[in-house]
């Protein structure tokens, strides 16, 4: 009756997950990439960005190595090599996406595919029907309306490094970026509407980053917004800021090379016929889909950044898995976005999983935190005035971890590991049993009194 079993528009992590699942269940698939197979996370976003991280540490290696006995000659960085070296891999990346994709029996189509009606997709003007659709067109930067700026997506390409440059944004993306740039010896300005950075995160994790920034030597303007910019003399860029309380004082203008907008991602719907079609979207522009990522019309599914749930790519793949297990594998599989580990790559990282403090109170959970704070072994000898914080929120009642949140190194990988425990139902007696493993960062978590 249809071409294809099911038509999935978007060739990123969550939209390649569900077409080779499908596949491997036997359904005829097809998928649509309109730039370069890989989405956002490849292409422009975690990977190349964890990439550009490593790089930038090295600078901070340097100087612990020197006082650990290290006799190191002043180190040189070229840009252009790191972004050579960074385009290779991630063209790398790509083709085996493609690869997989070929070797899994999905029909790849290079362009923009529009959904005509409710079974007809439209690429490169062919036609296609398909007894499902699953949307997985992931998300775009969204742009203050004031000024010139790039975005992300830019940043990976500047043929040169800036020698200033303003960040406006506090999210996962401002953070990350200010210390990548920093790490390089770019003068960075960070500006943010809030007064706390990485909204939605513990304060006492935001705090624990605040500090981080600054210790790298970014400044960092909160509770104010960019209101005005003009070109300067020698092509860089002058920004007049208006703090968001206007019995503050306001802050000194920002004058720097370039200007970068990380004030998050909208999902990226433009010309997909979602209007059209009846598509329910909520306020900002994400399709609005049940537990099985289903939207009000019954074949057509939303996964990952598009419909505004969790911009995360494992929640992506995890929601297309689910997809093709649900219409294919006679297994319908709901996903429970409760405990989704995070980590933000600042340097040094941090990561959560589960319920902040003030979530859990919010919950009605009577709460007992355990919270230590400290400088790791690593930095013993380098003097690096830098510490580790770690949290886990408690039920009183049940002993059960509700959430942990943590800032210093190796945090993504130890939260990681934990957020196993925690998923199974951990108490803090499960931690407190469990033997500490010395000397080691990760044996605070079960030492925590």
């Known amino acids: 009756m249809y071409d294809v079993d099911l038509f999935v528009v978007g060739g990123g992590s969550g939209g390649v997950r569900a077409a080779r699942v499908a596949a491997g ?5 097809a998928i649509a990439e309109a730039y370069r197979w890989g989405g ?3 292409i422009r976003g975690c990977v190349p960005k964890k990439l550009l991280v490593y790089a930038s540490e090295v600078s901070r290696t340097l100087d612990d190595a020197r006082g650990q006995g290290w006799t190191i000659a002043p180190a040189t ?3 252009p090599t790191l972004i050579a070296a960074k385009d290779r891999e991630i063209a790398r990346l790509s083709n085996a996406y493609q690869d997989r994709l070929r070797k899994a029996g999905v029909r790849l189509l290079d362009g923009r595919a529009t959904i005509v009606d409710l079974h007809t997709i439209e690429v490169n003007s062919e036609r296609i029907t398909a007894a499902n659709i699953v949307i997985a067109t992931g998300g775009i930067p969204r742009i203050p309306g004031i000024g010139e700026w790039i975005t992300s997506n830019e940043a990976f390409h500047l043929p040169q490094l800036p020698k200033k440059i303003a960040i406006a944004g506090g999210g996962y993306i401002g953070v990350e970026f200010a210390h990548i740039f920093a790490g390089f010896g770019v003068e960075v300005t960070l500006v943010h509407r809030d007064r706390r950075l990485l909204r939605g995160f513990d304060p006492d994790l935001e705090a624990e980053v605040a500090l981080g920034l600054t210790a790298r030597g970014v400044r960092v303007v909160l509770e104010a917004e960019v209101t ?36 998050g991602r ?24 049940d537990e099985y990522s289903r939207t009000n019309i019954a074949h057509l599914f939303a996964i990952g950044d598009v419909n505004g749930r969790l911009a995360l790519t494992p929640t992506a793949i995890r929601e297309g898995h689910a997809v093709a ?16 580990p995070t980590a933000v790559f600042g340097q040094p990282p941090a990561a959560a999983v589960g319920l902040t403090e003030s979530a859990a109170n919010a919950a009605g959970h009577d709460v007992k935190v355990f919270r230590a704070r400290f400088r790791p072994m690593k930095y013993a ?3 690096r005035d830098e510490h580790v914080m770690m949290k886990l929120v408690v039920d009183r009642a049940t002993d059960r971890v509700l959430g942990m949140h943590m800032v210093g190194v190796d945090a993504a990988e130890i939260v990681q590991a934990a957020a196993i425990a925690i998923t199974m139902g951990a108490t803090k007696a ?20």
């Not at 297990?325 to 996903?335: C, E």
């Open 77 to 79: 960085f070229d840009w």
């Open 266 to 289: 909208a999902p990226n719907i433009e010309g997909l016929g979602m209007a059209e079609l009846g598509v329910n979207l909520d306020c900002h522009g994400g399709i609005v889909v």
């Open 325 to 340: 297990d649900t219409l294919f594998g006679g297994k319908p599989t709901a996903i429970d976005h409760r405990l989704i």
């Open 25 to 29: 269940y036997g359904a005829k698939v």
């Open 430 to 449: 499960d931690f407190d049993r469990t033997v500490a493993l010395h000397p080691t960062t990760a044996e605070e978590l079960v030492l925590l009194k």
């Open 228 to 263: 005005g910019s003009e070109r300067t003399a020698t092509g860089g860029h002058k920004m007049t800021l208006t703090p968001r309380d206007p019995q503050k004082p306001v802050p000194s203008p920002i004058e720097c090379d370039l200007a970068m907008a990380a004030t």
């Open 40 to 42: 956002t996370c490849v």
């Open 381 to 383: 000898l380098s003097g």
